[in-house]
């Protein structure tokens, strides 16, 4: 689908851009992963995933924490990035100054061939021990919730829930690529979780141009441009009229 792109949009794009690519769960759907507006499903259609992705959540029910993001995982490993993930990394081969921050914990990006990703919220992937912050890679067990093999404390998802701070050189980081950057994406994402929630406002505050790619209008909120539409469908044609810009 090649949507009417507005040339003022294309004409920002210059050899020296500096991109920020914010993305939220809504990049993954086309890959088959639920976002979280979407209805839980099945057994945890009772559940709300803030209550669930919460260290409250996961102290009151380490099982059923544990078992939900076994769930969210066998999908994650069932799931192959998709043209928005793709049309992501051919943006950064236009361009060599492309940031990507994503609030997602699939590691669809990285597995697309994108380099430079910050993966705000962590990894569905890797687990750290509830002890010392032991890290360990992702242990599948249908009978119990693991254990850490150097301290014996229990592990859980390496990933930041609700009421938790996020990790601090990911935050440095994300703050850099805002204050240089000259264009924002804003991509997927209904814009409700903060801190990601607050980055574009910031990206304006710095003077970069704003873009919004959602499939939901009131999801534009105050980016200057808006581009209604599957990320899958829309980021393939605008990344090649980008390319044609450039030429
Ligand atoms: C923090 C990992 C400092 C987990 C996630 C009270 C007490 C404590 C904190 C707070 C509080 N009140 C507010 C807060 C702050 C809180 C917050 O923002 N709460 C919200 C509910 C108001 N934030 C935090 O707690 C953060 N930490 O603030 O620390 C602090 C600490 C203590 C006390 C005070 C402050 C940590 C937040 C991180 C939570 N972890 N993820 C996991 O994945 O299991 S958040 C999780 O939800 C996601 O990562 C994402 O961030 C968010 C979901 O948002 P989206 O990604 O946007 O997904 P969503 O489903 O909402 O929307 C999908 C969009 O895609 C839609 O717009 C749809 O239209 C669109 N779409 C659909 N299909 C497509 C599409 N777009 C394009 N193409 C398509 N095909």
């Known amino acids: 689908m090649t949507l009417p792109i507005d040339p003022k949009l294309l004409a920002l794009f210059k050899k020296d851009s500096k991109v920020v690519v914010l993305t939220g769960a809504g990049i993954s759907a086309e890959s088959g992963i639920p976002t979280f507006r979407d209805a839980q499903t099945g057994f945890w259609a009772d559940y709300k995933p803030e209550e669930l992705a919460s260290p409250q959540g996961f102290s009151k029910n380490p099982k059923m924490v544990y078992d939900w993001y076994r769930w969210r995982r066998d999908i994650v490993l069932k799931s192959r990035p998709n043209a928005g993930h793709?049309?992501?990394?051919?943006?950064?081969?236009?361009?060599?100054?492309?940031?990507?921050?994503?609030?997602?914990v699939d590691g669809l990006h990285t597995q697309a061939g994108s380099k430079n990703v910050i993966e705000m919220h962590g990894s569905i992937h890797k687990m750290k021990c509830v002890g010392e912050g032991h890290p360990s890679e992702w242990i599948d067990d249908i009978a119990s919730v693991p254990t850490c093999k150097i301290c014996s404390a229990m592990l859980r998802p390496d990933i930041v829930w609700f009421g938790e701070m996020l990790d601090r050189s990911d935050l440095n980081a994300i703050e850099s690529a805002l204050a240089s950057s000259t264009i924002f994406f804003s991509i997927g994402t209904s814009g409700v979780v903060y801190p990601a929630a607050g980055f574009m406002a910031e990206a304006n505050a710095y003077g970069a141009a704003t873009i919004s790619v959602n499939p939901d209008r009131s999801a534009q909120g105050d980016a200057r441009f808006f581009l209604e539409g599957k990320a899958g469908d829309v980021l393939p044609g605008l990344v090649k009229a980008i390319a044609r810009q450039l030429e």
């Open 86 to 104: 793709q049309a992501i990394v051919d943006l950064a081969r236009l361009l060599p100054n492309v940031t990507v921050i994503t609030q997602d």
